[in-house]
């Protein structure tokens, strides 16, 4: 399987639960659309639409919306929730749209995954008309009070701990995503953060918080004493979070607002 044919799998397994396992997409989805303030009627074309979180709110602003996703399982599922949204399996790479097709181009969550983001872009820009709007949103990593978590990850999973300096990550962030956004010949480019706390009431909460995003997955696959290990190291690691100030997992994105010249 390739990275591309990977990704798509993945999305195609979790279309059902996603947005059960990440329930903040959908009040980003409504603020991106809230910044990108399209007109009723505008064509919006959302990119990687997942479970439609950024297509339905464009629907319910009055626009006229087509969403597209390079997972079969992902446009199905959207399809049948909203069926006045025209879904299609799509790369975002290549967008089966003339020129100039849309006034608003919407990506929730997505530049993150695409192996080529620039390509997406300059595909962006040619579906969009002059004077068109591009909207993007990027979750932003944040170790901060879980360091002791990923900590623990890197010890028993071999994973690499991230460091606080997200800028030598490697990984996109918001100036990254930005100066891509320039390259790619957008103009009046805007930022803004958004700040999501999920507080979570002990251990065992945060425990089943984390199981269907990987971590049963993860400890499965370790040997059975280990997985114990891992379990009763993780407890005592929360329990000390939960004296020291409370559990409460900090989700944070960036909007991206642009103009197409
Ligand atoms: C993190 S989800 C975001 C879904 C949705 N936009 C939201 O805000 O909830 C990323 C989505 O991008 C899709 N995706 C990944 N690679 C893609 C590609 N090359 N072209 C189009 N969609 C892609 C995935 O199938 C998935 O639905």
Redesign the pocket.
């Known amino acids: 399987m390739t990275s591309?044919e990977q990704?798509?799998h993945?999305?195609?397994q979790?279309?059902d639960k996603?947005?059960e396992i990440?329930p903040y997409?959908?009040d980003?989805?409504r603020l991106?659309v809230d910044h990108a303030r399209p007109a009723a009627g505008a064509r919006v074309l959302?990119?990687?639409?997942?479970?439609?979180?950024?297509?339905r709110a464009a629907l319910a602003a009055g626009c006229d919306v087509t969403a597209?996703?390079?997972?079969a399982?992902?446009v199905a599922r959207m399809a049948m929730d909203f069926p006045d949204i025209v879904a299609r399996q799509?790369?975002?790479?290549g967008l089966d749209f003339p020129d100039g097709s849309f006034d608003l181009v919407?990506?929730?969550?997505?530049m993150?995954?695409?192996?080529d983001p620039d390509v997406?872009l300059a595909e962006f820009r040619r579906v969009l008309a002059p004077g068109g709007t591009l909207a993007l949103?990027l979750?932003k990593q944040t170790v901060g009070r879980l360091r002791w978590l990923f900590e623990l990850a890197g010890e028993f999973f071999g994973v690499p701990v991230p460091g606080d300096d997200e800028e030598s990550s490697g990984a996109m962030t918001s100036r990254r995503l930005n100066a891509l956004i320039e390259q790619a010949g957008f103009t009046d480019l805007a930022t803004d953060s958004v700040e999501m706390p999920v507080p979570l009431a002990g251990p065992e909460a945060l425990w089943d918080w984390l199981r269907p995003r990987g971590l049963t997955d993860a400890v499965g696959r370790l040997p059975a004493e280990q997985a114990e290990q891992f379990h009763i190291r993780f407890l005592a690691g929360a329990e000390h979070m939960r004296t020291a100030g409370g559990i409460s997992l900090d989700f944070r994105a960036t909007l991206h607002v642009a103009s197409r010249p």
């Open positions: 591309t990704g798509r993945k999305y195609d979790l279309a996603y947005e990440f997409v959908a980003v989805g991106l959302d990119v990687g639409a997942g479970r439609g979180a950024v297509a597209v996703d390079a997972s399982g992902m799509m790369d975002a790479g919407t990506a929730g969550f997505v993150q995954v695409l192996p997406a949103s979750e």
